[in-house]
């Protein structure tokens, strides 16, 4: 694992998954996240460069940001994340963290987003307050098994901020 004295995690994700998350998780986040924001500014011999593009939160940031700005209904980027919202209510509903009203208050809610609801966050994580939280993914899951990815189950509200950035 790398060094985490002043280090930094990055991860993107939608309104919509901070909002409920905010609502029914009591602000706990499961995350995916990276220690680059955009591995393609690093020079090429640095082995951070390897994270590929389909995990850069920085490739997943404009992703989210160009689907909004065209209003594709048709994203697979928001399609995704209508399916990882359901899948993670499934769990907390298996897990009894959520009620099953407040399951279907979600499935309700996911289907009816607007695409304005997919707008990206920027989550930026202190590595000093998630460290001991911080989980590296296995290389049979990383998108370049050369890359560094991380997972972390159990993201709270005052462990990162959100960033929203306007183009």
């Given at each position: 694992?790398?060094?985490?004295?002043?280090?930094?995690?990055?991860?993107?994700?939608?309104?919509?998954?901070?909002?409920?998350n905010?609502?029914?998780?009591?602000?706990?986040?499961?995350?995916?996240?990276?220690?680059?924001?955009?591995?393609?500014?690093?020079?090429?011999?640095?082995?951070?460069q390897?994270?590929?593009?389909s995990s850069?939160?920085?490739?997943?940031?404009?992703?989210y940001?160009?689907?909004?700005?065209?209003?594709?209904?048709?994203s697979d980027?928001i399609e995704?994340?209508?399916r990882?919202?359901?899948?993670?209510?499934?769990?907390?509903?298996?897990?009894k963290?959520?009620?099953?009203?407040?399951?279907?208050?979600?499935?309700?809610?996911?289907?009816?987003?607007?695409?304005a609801?997919?707008?990206p966050?920027?989550?930026?994580?202190?590595?000093?307050?998630v460290?001991?939280?911080?989980?590296m993914?296995p290389?049979?899951?990383?998108?370049n098994?050369?890359?560094e990815?991380?997972?972390?189950?159990?993201l709270?509200?005052g462990e990162f901020?959100?960033?929203?950035?306007?183009?």
């Amino acid at each position: 694992m790398p060094a985490l004295d002043s280090m930094l995690f990055y991860s993107a994700n939608s309104f919509l998954s901070l909002m409920i998350n905010r609502r029914f998780y009591n602000g706990q986040h499961y995350i995916w996240c990276s220690p680059v924001f955009n591995p393609k500014t690093l020079d090429e011999r640095d082995p951070m460069q390897n994270i590929a593009v389909s995990s850069s939160p920085h490739h997943i940031y404009l992703g989210y940001s160009d689907s909004v700005k065209s209003r594709d209904r048709h994203s697979d980027q928001i399609e995704r994340n209508r399916r990882g919202i359901k899948k993670g209510a499934a769990a907390m509903l298996a897990e009894k963290k959520i009620t099953d009203d407040d399951y279907q208050r979600i499935v309700f809610i996911v289907d009816n987003a607007e695409i304005a609801d997919f707008k990206p966050m920027l989550y930026v994580i202190p590595a000093n307050k998630v460290h001991s939280k911080l989980s590296m993914v296995p290389v049979s899951e990383l998108a370049n098994p050369m890359g560094e990815e991380y997972r972390i189950f159990d993201l709270q509200d005052g462990e990162f901020d959100a960033i929203e950035f306007k183009f």
